[in-house]
C-alpha cells in the first residue's frame, strides 16, 4: 500500500474510496420531457467519490493529535483521484473533458464545523488556498497522467462558495505551464 486511507466498496459504499466508474450514457428525452427522435449522441460520464470532509469524520486525514486537518496526506489522496479519473478518460478515449469544482463544494461545505479546522471558513484565505491546492493536485495529474483531452471548465459565480472554486481554478490555471493551460 502507498499509505493512503483506503476504503472498500461494500453494501453501504457502492465505491471504493479511488475507484472510478465509467458509463456510455446518451440523452432519451428533450428538454419538454418528450421522447426523441432518431439515434442520439452517446457521450462517456466518469465517477468516483471525492472525498467528503464536511460530512463525516477527519478520522482518515486528521492530524497525528487527531485534531484538524493534515492538508498534505489529504491533498496526496486527491490527487490520486484525479489520476485516476484522467487515466480513466485516457483508457476510454476521451477526447472532450468536461471538469468542475469536483470535491470543492459540498464536500468541503461543513470542514470548518470540524475540531481544530475552524479556520477553514468559507470566505477564509485558508480556505481559499485549500482549494487552490486541491485545483494544483489536478494540474500535477493531468501533467503526468498526459490526458489530451480538449478540457472545458464548468465554474460559477452563484454565491460565496462557487466563487471560491472558480477563482481557485483560474489562479492556479494562471500560474500553471503554458502547455497545460492550452
Known amino acids: 500500500t502507498d499509505g493512503m486511507p483506503w476504503v ?8 471504493g474510496r479511488f475507484d472510478v466508474v465509467s458509463a ?19 457521450w462517456i460520464v466518469l465517477h468516483c467519490a471525492a472525498i467528503n ?29 484525479f489520476c485516476n479519473i484522467l487515466l480513466a478518460a485516457v483508457h476510454e478515449g476521451i477526447g472532450k473533458f468536461i471538469m468542475f469544482p469536483f470535491g470543492m463544494g459540498a464536500f468541503l461545505r461543513g470542514l470548518s464545523e470540524r475540531k481544530g479546522c475552524e479556520h477553514y471558513q468559507i470566505g477564509s484565505a485558508w480556505s481559499q ?3 487552490r491546492r486541491i485545483v494544483e493536485q489536478f494540474l500535477q495529474a493531468l501533467e503526468e497522467v498526459r490526458c ?22 483560474l489562479a492556479a490555471l494562471r500560474a500553471a505551464p503554458i502547455h497545460i493551460q492550452s
Open 8 to 15: 472498500e466498496a461494500s453494501k453501504d459504499c457502492k465505491l
Open 24 to 42: 456510455k450514457v446518451s440523452a432519451k428525452f428533450g428538454s419538454d420531457w418528450k421522447p426523441l427522435e432518431g439515434t442520439p449522441p452517446q
Open 53 to 81: 470532509l464536511g460530512g463525516r469524520s477527519l478520522s482518515d486525514f486528521s492530524q497525528q493529535d487527531g485534531r484538524g486537518l493534515n492538508e498534505m496526506l489529504y491533498l496526496r489522496a486527491m490527487h490520486r483521484l
Open 129 to 131: 488556498a485549500l482549494r
Open 148 to 169: 489530451d483531452a480538449h478540457m472545458y471548465l464548468c465554474v460559477q459565480w452563484s454565491s460565496l462558495e462557487a466563487a471560491e472554486n472558480a477563482n481557485a481554478f
